[in-house]
């Protein structure tokens, strides 16, 4: 036994429901938004282990940034080339000498002494670079 609708009860059924046209079009724009003002940021980083876990790469660098890296050891790297700490300020002084506006990312070991990361702010500081970074963070592990 089956039951027929009447013609008049099926077309209100089709007329009825929220039209979701306009919500995706909102939705286009907002994602067309974020995705033009998005910062797209690598890290910039020389493998050590940072206070907050695990040990990080990072392949490419902004050229405007010069890192330097301080490991468990007490070695100092400029741009991934060691150092010693005595000759902090002169390569940073040579750095800030051909980019004035540029800044100083220093990476630390966690394991790295306190004393050492300071002596190697302070060359900075003395380099005359006054936008001086610090990487921090990682993951727990």
Same mark, same amino acid.
């Given at each position: 036994?089956?039951?027929?609708?009447?013609?008049?009860?099926?077309? &209100? %059924?089709? +007329? +009825?429901?929220?039209?979701?046209?306009?919500?995706?079009? $909102?939705?286009?724009?907002?994602?067309?938004? $974020?995705?033009? +003002? &998005?910062? $797209?940021?690598? %890290?910039?980083g020389f493998p050590v282990n940072r206070p907050g876990g695990g040990a990080t790469t990072s392949s490419g660098k902004p050229s405007d940034t010069l890192v330097v890296a301080v490991d468990k050891e007490g070695k100092v790297y400029v741009d991934a080339r060691e150092?010693?700490?005595?000759?902090?300020? &002169?390569?940073? %002084?040579?750095?800030? &000498?051909?980019?004035? %506006?540029?800044? @100083?990312? @220093?990476?630390a070991d966690h394991q790295a002494g306190s004393g050492l990361v300071v002596q190697v702010v302070d060359q900075i500081h003395l380099a005359g670079v006054k936008n001086v970074s610090f990487a921090t963070g990682g993951e727990e592990g």
């Open positions: 036994m089956r039951m027929h609708r009447s013609r008049s009860q099926g077309h &209100a %059924e089709d +007329t +009825t429901g929220i039209d979701l046209a306009p919500m995706l079009d $909102f939705v286009l724009n907002l994602l067309i938004f $974020f995705i033009i +003002t &998005a910062v $797209f940021v690598k %890290e910039v150092i010693d700490v005595r000759s902090v300020r &002169a390569n940073v %002084e040579r750095f800030h &000498a051909a980019k004035p %506006e540029a800044g @100083v990312l @220093v990476i």
